[in-house]
């Protein structure tokens, strides 16, 4: 095990492995005894490449493994528009994203911001947070709000160290949503209605926000296996990440939404649309 500088009690211990077999067991004790099939099940569902790249970039952490990951699965991020991170005012700001590839996303703007403003986080939830090599980026939230008393507590947790990291002068990132885009009756992929509860603390902050829009979405049959069930679709995720040899991942930047502008919308209902809007306003590609 790898010694974490980050000696908070809360977090969880930074592993070389993301998702290892006492984990598994630890969740469903039914694989007590039963290290091949989870070993089968991990290759299955590529977990065992998502473990093995950890383990051999955990000495880059943060920014530098985010990009070493798209070099390595042979894919590229393309950003249209940064020269607006030029003409932001010195001190905190917020991003908002639309989440068309899961984890991808959090990974792309680790990759994407972090090398411009280190102290950069994301909002993320608490199963990203198990990728050690990346947690000094990260906040984890329980994005299901659960009943369980100890996921609850992480979440409390996760919103106060957010509106004090934005206090301090920092930069945040938010995902609205809070789950990754679906396929509406409309037959077109999107983010589900965005979460008041974040938008409430985006109204509390009262700092500069950048919309930040992900052009494209995972496979179609990904897609497919969230209208059978949620739970298959959080499956397939790490296959998602692995199956991009060849993507150009197409990254628009927003122009600045200042306070003043936030402040005309009095609901978090009025300015989740609002910030919606505004973000998917982005996502016609001028070449």
């Known amino acids: ?65 985010a990009h070493n ?17 030029d003409k932001l005012p010195e001190g905190a700001f917020i991003t908002v994203s639309n989440h068309p590839f899961g984890a991808l996303d959090g990974v ?17 939830n608490m199963i990203l947070n198990h990728i050690g090599a990346l947690r000094g980026n990260f906040i984890a939230v329980d994005a299901l709000a659960s009943n369980d008393p100890a996921k ?5 947790k996760g919103i106060a160290d957010a509106m004090r990291h934005v206090k301090q002068g920092h930069p945040l990132g938010f995902f609205p949503a809070g789950a990754v885009s679906k396929l509406t009756w409309g037959m077109r992929i999107e983010d589900r209605e965005w979460q008041p509860s974040v938008i409430r603390i985006i109204q509390k902050l009262k700092v500069p926000v950048v919309p930040i829009y992900f052009h494209g979405h995972n496979s179609w049959f990904f897609t497919l296996l969230g ?17 991009k ?23 978090p209902e009025e300015l989740g649309v609002f910030l ?10 001028q070449q």
């Open 152 to 156: 609850r507590a992480v979440s409390v």
């Open 276 to 285: 919606k809007q505004q973000t998917y306003k982005l996502k016609k590609w």
């Open 245 to 267: 040899k060849g993507y150009e991942f197409r990254v628009s930047v927003g122009d600045i939404i200042t306070p003043e502008e936030l402040a005309k919308y009095e609901t």
């Open 69 to 85: 990951l798209f070099v390595e699965i042979g894919a590229k991020v393309t950003l249209r528009n940064a020269e607006v991170f």
């Open 227 to 243: 209208m059978i069930d949620w739970r298959l679709r959080t499956l397939r995720l790490q296959r998602e990440v692995f199956n």
């Open 1 to 65: 095990m790898i010694e974490d500088n980050n000696k908070d009690k809360d977090q969880l211990p930074f592993k070389r492995m993301v998702l290892d077999y006492d984990d598994v067991c630890e969740m469903a004790p039914f694989f007590k005894g039963k290290e091949k099939l989870v070993n089968r099940i991990f290759h299955w569902l590529a977990m065992d490449k998502t473990n093995d790249y950890h383990s051999r970039n955990l000495h880059r952490p943060g920014p530098d493994f």
């Open 108 to 124: 792309a703007l680790i990759d994407i911001m972090g090398h411009r403003y280190p102290d950069y986080k994301v909002m993320v």
